[in-house]
Each structure stands twice: as structure tokens, then as C-alpha cells.
């Protein structure tokens, strides 16, 4: 089946340090990868849709500046949490869709960010 | 704006017993639905994908059934196991956006006890 990876599966930062997150599908090619947010004991909010190739597509309310994402290849996209603060502590989860599956997207691990 | 509604929050049943998890929302003009599982910590794992068209899927001891236009869903385990505790999450997604968001709810969290 479809594998996604994430990387790091956690990290801990200090206040005002950037973070970087990547997100792999392993054995496809992901012409759109998602990025979602999780706070504790909520569901997951989608921040961003990423097309190879192109700018992605921000969530209202969600900080392009802040969150910077890339997806330069079609097996990667990267999130880059910029100046974190102690808000942007969170569950991280991507997703990525195969085009020769149509529709379905297949979820990564997760990144679990605490910033101090 | 789709609100997607997950009771009960949190649900304790003993081993072997049947049980209902119960999804709604709100714009019953609905792409597809799917139910995931997230064990603690981890990522999500796809459980069964209903089309808007279908009325039910199936996949071993879980049954998935989709009731558009009432705007309502329920995930049926049968039998349950210790290892089906996680927590268990409906999603939809929106017919004008096709999949590209699918609109999560805050989702049911099954302790099986042995």
C-alpha cells in the first residue's frame, strides 16, 4: 500500500527557532500533499494544499509568512515553522495523494512540535 | 461552513461487545466520507471510503453507513478486540471541492476493556 513518512516524528525547539518538517510518499508519486494541524484533544484543521511545483494553497487564518511550504519533487514537501512561539505547539500530519489512486490520500505519522 | 459532529466523545465497552460510533454534518452535499482511526500519537489510518452514492461499506468486522440526506453516518464494530482502542474519526468531503479538503470531526475514543 501507500506509505507516507514524516521527519522528525517529534522535535522541541526554543522560542524564535525555525523547524523544518518533511513529508515522503515512499513508493508513489504525490502530485498534491496536504498539511493539517492537531491541537490536543481537537480535530484536524488542513492548513495547506501543496502542488508539486507550484505555490501552495493556505487555509484562512493560516500565516503563509509564518508557515512556508515546499514541494519542489513529487515524493516531497517540507513544512517550515518560522519563528516559532510556544502557540504553534502542535500535532503535524500530512497527507499525500496518489493520481493513480484518484482521490484518496494517505496519511503520514505525524510530527509532534513543542516549542519552549 | 460543513460541521462535522462525532458522539459520543469517548466510549468504553468490555470485550466482544457490539457497538455504534455515530458521525453527522452539517452540508449534506457531501463528495465522500470516510471513518479513520489514530492510535495515540500516531498518524491516520483509513478504515472504509463511502461515495455519496453508496449507502454502506464493509470490511471485515466493521460496517460503515451513510445516510446523505439526513446528514448523518454510523461506524458498527462487531466484536470488538482490546486492539480496536483508538480513537476513531469521520471525515468528509465537500462536492465542490472534490477531495482536495475533507472537513474532519473531533472524533469518538474507544477503550476496549479485556
Known amino acids: 500500500g501507500a506509505v507516507v513518512s514524516q521527519h522528525p516524528s517529534w522535535v522541541i525547539c526554543k522560542s524564535g527557532t525555525s523547524v523544518k518538517i518533511e513529508c515522503r510518499s515512499l513508493?508513489?508519486?504525490?502530485?498534491?500533499m496536504f498539511w493539517y494541524r492537531q491541537f490536543p484533544k481537537q480535530s484536524l484543521m488542513l492548513m495547506a494544499t501543496?502542488?508539486?511545483?507550484?505555490?501552495?494553497?493556505?487555509e484562512q487564518g493560516v500565516e503563509k509568512d509564518k508557515f512556508l511550504i515546499n514541494h519542489a519533487s513529487l515524493t516531497l514537501s517540507t513544512l517550515t515553522v518560522t519563528s516559532a512561539h510556544p502557540e504553534d505547539s502542535s500535532f503535524y500530519i500530512c497527507?499525500?495523494?496518489?493520481?493513480?489512486?484518484?482521490?484518496?490520500?494517505?496519511f503520514g505519522p505525524g510530527t509532534r512540535l513543542l516549542v519552549l | 461552513k460543513q460541521e462535522v459532529t462525532q458522539i459520543p466523545a469517548a466510549l468504553s465497552v468490555p470485550e466482544g461487545e457490539n457497538l455504534v460510533l455515530n458521525c453527522s454534518f452539517t452540508d449534506s452535499a457531501i463528495y465522500n466520507l470516510q471513518w479513520f482511526r489514530q492510535d495515540p500519537g500516531k498518524g491516520l489510518t483509513s478504515l472504509l471510503l463511502?461515495?455519496?452514492?453508496?449507502r454502506e461499506q464493509t470490511s471485515g468486522r466493521l460496517n460503515a453507513s451513510l445516510d446523505k440526506s439526513s446528514g448523518r453516518s454510523t461506524l458498527y464494530i462487531a466484536a470488538s478486540q482490546p486492539g480496536d482502542s483508538a480513537t476513531y474519526l469521520c471525515a468528509v468531503s465537500l462536492h465542490q471541492t472534490g477531495a482536495n479538503n475533507l472537513f474532519f470531526g473531533t472524533g469518538t475514543r474507544l477503550t476496549v476493556i479485556p
Open positions: 501543496s502542488n508539486e511545483g507550484s505555490k501552495a494553497t493556505y
Open positions: 463511502i461515495q455519496s452514492s453508496q
Open positions: 497527507s499525500a495523494r496518489d493520481r493513480t489512486q484518484g482521490e484518496t490520500q494517505y
Open positions: 513508493d508513489f508519486q504525490a502530485t498534491t
